[in-house]
Nanobody, 127 residues
């Protein structure tokens, strides 16, 4: 059974940092793109960042809200996906979801391109 489990969320003050991690089990996703999405209160799920599979180059894509502040990375050998978030703002408050695609190419930003999802981890940015 495939599982994606996120961790690292919490409460942080504006300007602070958090590092989210996602551990995948039940399948090797090292050759597949993985990504992060988020859903704020009353909002639709939003693309945050994605990274290509190991061996498919070093493709990385960021959503507009993440550019310059967030860094996505992965440890293919450990089936782990990370998201370093710096200079957090109140508008970053959301549930953050890890996702894995069954594609073998590209860095998809579309929700529909991902086939497995974690349960999410809450990030709250507030003073």
């Amino acid at each position: 059974q495939v599982q994606l489990v996120e961790s690292g969320g919490g409460l942080v003050q504006p300007g602070g940092s958090l590092r989210l991690s996602c551990v995948a089990s039940g399948r090797d996703f090292s050759g597949n793109p993985m990504g992060w999405f988020r859903q704020g209160p009353g909002l639709e799920r939003e693309f945050v960042a994605a990274i290509s599979g190991v061996g498919s180059g070093t493709g990385i894509l960021y959503g507009d809200s993440a550019k310059g502040r967030f860094t996505i990375s992965r440890d293919g050998a450990k089936n782990v996906l990370n998201l370093q978030m710096n200079n957090l703002k109140p508008e970053d408050t959301a549930v953050y979801y890890c996702a894995a695609s069954l594609r073998t190419q590209g860095v998809p930003a579309m929700f529909e391109s991902y086939h497995y999802w974690g349960q999410g981890t809450q990030v709250t940015v507030s003073s």
